[in-house]
């Protein structure tokens, strides 16, 4: 297992990270998982509050020495604060479950627009100060799923520890994206990846453009495989988590994660998964090539991360990440579709010729219908 450094903290924590949000449903199983990925080099787990029963299982598996072996993080659910004492109710609970006293990493779980509010209204972050203070946690961080826009925001509002972020090969520019891990390792933030495939989404739905440029390319190596190198070629990420849900996905993951060093890839690697990227984006249903010639509109719709969201959801139909971005962040803002009064200006300078106004009225219908995804 390779080591890297967490950010500015002086922590040194494994590449690959145990996410805790898929355990298998025997108990007994789950626990052996754990202890099996900490025996072989694994030092940091990822939990929240959440994941059903997570946290209690994750609490048994450390018991036995094994807490004093790994860095442990869970979150806040910031759902369910309503005054400034429940911040610390709730990580009291936590404790509890966890059968520890202190939280390595403690996130305000999932910033979009409405719980980073209820951040502020609730002076979450003062909560964290003195939560470090007491010594029950003693690294601050959050995780989102939200704009690029509104990562930097929250990056620059607070002296963070670390950033948990959605980044994936087809995410280059999607969500917080490669600029926003940039951003945020440029300000010494430990900066760790979710859904490195998507959930999985990535791998059951392959395009056969895709499957064949890796199938004859000289290098061999899985898809799965090459997801995990892009990100860990990268070396502002700091580590990268995967649920896994067998021991023998545990297994395969940390044959992957076997020296897992930055820069690795060669230019022609870069490309090849370029060329993937692209294979996955050619089934994409809004022609927007992203140039933003429509912008700005007078109503403050964002039309092309709207498109890309759009886009991409089509892509990974079963996986509604998408749709809870737009629902949770763009449409509280005042930046989502419904704001759009058809006025045409962005038509007229469009270079694809779409009908921009009919396209975000059918996205909007389409993304504000019902969804039910567990908060990341």
Known sequence: MEYAQYGKTGMKVSRFGLGCMRFPSDEKEAIEMVRYAIDHGVNYLDTAFIYKDSEIITGKALKDGYRNKTYLATKS????????????????????????????????????????????????????????????????????????????????????????????????????????????????????????????????????????????????????????????NMPEVSLILSGTSTLQQLKDNLKIFENTASNVMSEEDLNLIKMIREAYEAKKSIGCTGCSYCMPCPQGVIIPEIFKLYNSQQLMKSHPIDKVVYQSNLVPNGTGADQCVSCGICIGNCPQSLEIPELLEKVHAEFMSSTNTPQR
């Not at 009291?92 to 779980?109: K, N, P």
């Not at 964290?128 to 929250?154: P, Q, R, Y």
């Open 77 to 232: 659910p910031i759902w369910n604060i309503d005054k400034h004492d429940d911040f610390e109710k709730y990580l009291d609970e936590e404790l509890i479950r966890l059968g520890t006293d202190h939280i390595d990493v403690y996130l305000l779980h999932n910033m979009n627009h409405g719980h980073w509010e209820k951040v502020k209204k609730y002076d979450g972050l003062t909560f964290l100060d003195k939560m470090v203070e007491k010594g029950k946690i003693a690294h601050k961080a959050f995780s989102i799923h939200n704009t690029l826009n509104a990562f930097k925001e929250i990056v620059d509002a607070y002296d963070w520890e670390m950033a948990q972020i959605q980044l994936n090969i087809l995410d280059e520019k999607q969500q917080v994206g490669v600029e926003g891990l940039k951003y945020a390792a440029d300000k010494g933030l430990a900066v760790v990846i979710m859904e490195p495939l998507r959930g999985g989404y990535i791998l059951n739905t392959v395009p056969q453009e895709a499957q064949d440029l890796i199938n004859q390319y000289p290098e061999k190596r899985s898809l799965v495989e090459w997801c995990f190198r892009w990100l860990y």
